[in-house]
């Protein structure tokens, strides 16, 4: 059997997909051997003429999974490694670079509530939040706590209108 952080992420990656897949957009979840701070990314469909195609908008993401959050009047409280927070914050500083989005799945405490199947419906519990970090890198030594709006939902409608930001030039 997987360890329980590799069930964690696979849920995750299954989260990312039934998501990206619902949004009418597609999504690159990159190789399992290689792992550069880039988990994938999300490029825009668009209609041209007849034909539905990639516009060559994007947005690359860096997705994590876990138990240990905490959500207060509407602020989801999650910590995240500091050398993975300064990458993104490196990212986001740089205007011509593609932008990057941390998506954290915030799962129940108790891995049997992560998921459940029937006949009639799958449930992956409970939900994913989308997060641009500040441009300042941290000082810390080990972690950094975010404050994620709970309003910032990974969600189909939230990809289009992400990817519609990036296409417009008005994401950061």
Excluded at 18 to 29: F, K, M, P, Q, Y
Aim: proline residues 3%.
């Amino acid at each position: 059997m997987i360890t329980e952080q590799h069930t964690e992420e696979a849920l995750c990656r299954a989260y990312l997909h039934a998501v990206a897949g619902r949004s009418g957009h597609v999504i690159e979840l990159g190789d399992r051997s290689f792992d550069y701070g880039v988990d994938g990314s999300i490029k825009q469909v668009k209609q041209f003429g007849k034909l539905k195609r990639e516009s060559g908008f994007a947005i690359d993401i860096q997705a994590k999974a876990s138990v240990n959050w905490s959500i207060d009047n509407g602020v989801v409280k999650y910590d995240l490694d500091v050398d993975t927070y300064n990458y993104l914050a490196s990212r986001v500083s740089e205007p011509r670079a593609v932008p990057i989005l941390l998506v954290v799945l915030c799962l129940p405490e108790k891995a049997e509530d992560w998921l459940s199947v029937t006949e009639k419906e799958l449930v992956l519990r409970k939900c994913s939040y989308w997060h641009f970090p500040d441009k300042t890198p941290s000082s810390n030594r080990t972690q950094v706590r975010l404050s994620i709006s709970a309003e910032n939902k990974f969600t189909p409608e939230a990809i289009t209108e992400l990817l519609d930001k990036v296409a417009g030039g008005t994401l950061l």
